[in-house]
């Protein structure tokens, strides 16, 4: 399958993690995440053969999919939602910038830098409504935010530069970042003792849904695409997914969609046209598209 086709399916996967988990935010973040990225794992429980891969690979994995929400569940306990998910968003800027350092052959034209600067401001307006308000009081959440956008990008890169591996092992991946989520939540539960959940038939047909899809099925195609595309393409492409989300929200969620969130989408197609220019210009001899 085309990796633009698999960057847009993730991307559409990616767009319903809001609804879903806005459905569960009475529960643990940490307990949500982990039975989510366990039930992704188990779903790759078919090709669990192809799970045994090198320490550094299976680090790496690990390092993307726990760190990173790790590292955004701690941000959003140290500073406002709104800022976290800004700074967070970040990533798809970064795996445009940080390609050609990464990934040898892969050079930045003005247009991939024009178009992820768009998406991000088109970004910036979705998740702030045009009210954004840094305070330095939340510093430590804003470092927590940046350093996950840090690691969601780079471990995206560099599941091109370690040695190959099938995309099967993606389940092994989540399985154990999943372990690791209920670990943490176990932990704290020790630290300050509370009433065990009650979950209720809703609250587990959220959890599967984001198991199934954003937390789950949405990270084999993201590896799949990443190993098969041109990240800085991928990257610009990756704004719609605050566009498609609060379309998502819009239709389904019973949000209303105002003029300023009109003008934002306006900003990421831009930018995602303009960032995927690569698509329809001839390739210039020597340059590194993807592999």
């Not at 935010?25 to 992704?40: Q, T, Y």
């Not at 968003?89 to 178009?115: D, E, F, M, N, Q």
Request: hydrophobic share 55%.
């Amino acid at each position: 399958m085309p990796a633009i086709v698999l960057s847009l399916f993730t991307i559409l996967l990616w767009s319903t993690l809001t609804l879903l988990s806005s459905s569960l935010n009475h529960l643990p973040a940490f307990f949500s995440a982990g039975v989510a990225l366990c039930i992704g794992g188990l779903v790759g429980l078919a090709r669990v053969r192809e799970w045994r891969v090198p320490p550094w690979t299976f680090a790496l994995g690990l390092a993307g999919i726990f760190g990173y929400h790790a590292l955004f569940f701690l941000a959003l306990r140290h500073a406002p939602a709104v800022e976290v998910n800004l700074l967070q968003y970040l990533w798809p800027l970064l795996i445009v910038v940080l390609s050609p350092l990464y990934l040898p052959g892969h050079h930045l034209g003005a247009h991939h830098l024009a178009g992820a600067c768009l998406g991000l401001a088109g970004a910036a307006l979705v998740i702030s409504g045009g009210r954004l308000s840094l305070d330095l009081g939340h510093l430590p959440g804003y470092l927590l935010a940046l350093g996950a956008a840090l690691v969601w990008s780079s471990y995206s890169l560099l599941t091109k530069r370690v040695h190959p591996f099938p995309t099967g092992a993606v389940g092994g991946f989540s399985l154990a970042s999943g372990l690791l989520a209920l670990g943490l939540y176990g932990l704290e539960r020790l630290a300050a003792p509370v009433a065990p959940l009650a979950l209720t038939a809703r609250d587990w047909l959220f959890l599967v849904l984001l198991g199934l899809g954003p937390m789950g099925l949405a990270f084999y195609t993201w590896d799949a695409a990443m190993k098969r595309g041109d990240p800085r393409v991928i990257g610009a492409l990756a704004y719609l997914t605050p566009l498609l989300s609060t379309l998502l929200l819009v239709l389904v969620g019973g949000r209303r969609l105002t003029g300023l969130s009109a003008c934002a989408m306006g900003l990421i197609v831009a930018g995602a046209v303009l960032g995927s220019l690569d698509l329809f210009l001839p390739k210039h001899a020597g340059e590194a598209a993807g592999p």
